[in-house]
């Protein structure tokens, strides 16, 4: 049942991620600096899909990923389809992992020690919803500003988890 919760929360905010990136009028917007802000939309994103790319898939999904941290925040000027590209990689090692992953691995100790703790599966991947959600507030501002747009394109509502299409 977690699990279920887990994957309509990662999906639907993934999804919003990419929306978020597809409503920027202007591509070269979404590399554009703000005052006030350390990163732009589109190391944001380079950020959140290695993230996951890494916790999901290396470590829960054995995908053999090889994470660059220093280059999500050294990476500019990539294509809106390469980012759009990589936020799809990142989503499908969500899933992938997902699909293996059982109630009981929740309880399980994650793989790698994090900050000199270690975490059970489940508290870790609650941690990275979160973390991805962070995120995307803080790109969805990005583009507010960049782009003047009020808007909020492709935030799905509490009825996307209820219906299952998140």
């Not at 887990?6 to 703000?34: C, F, H, K, N, T």
């Not at 916790?55 to 050294?74: M, P």
């Not at 293996?100 to 900050?115: C, F, H, M, N, Q």
């Not at 508290?123 to 995120?135: D, E, P, T």
Request: proline share 2%; no cysteine.
């Amino acid at each position: 049942m977690v699990l279920d919760w887990l994957r309509q929360v990662l999906m639907r905010d993934l999804a919003s991620l990419s929306a978020q990136l597809d409503a920027y009028p202007d591509e070269q917007d979404i590399w554009r600096s703000v005052p006030g802000a350390t990163n732009s939309a589109g190391t944001l994103a380079l950020h959140l899909a290695g993230n996951l790319q890494h916790y999901f898939g290396t470590r829960l999904g054995r995908s053999g990923y090889v994470r660059d941290r220093v280059a999500e925040f050294d990476t500019r000027d990539l294509t809106r389809a390469e980012l759009l590209r990589r936020v799809e990689d990142a989503r499908l090692a969500v899933q992938k992992a997902l699909q293996v992953a059982t109630e009981e691995s929740l309880e399980l100790d994650y793989p790698e020690e994090l900050g000199g703790v270690t975490l059970s599966t489940g508290q870790f991947l609650v941690h990275l919803a979160g973390h991805l959600s962070y995120h995307l507030g803080q790109l969805d501002y990005h583009r507010r500003t960049v782009t003047g747009e009020a808007s909020v394109p492709g935030m799905q509502s509490i009825k996307a988890l209820v219906s299952g299409n998140g």
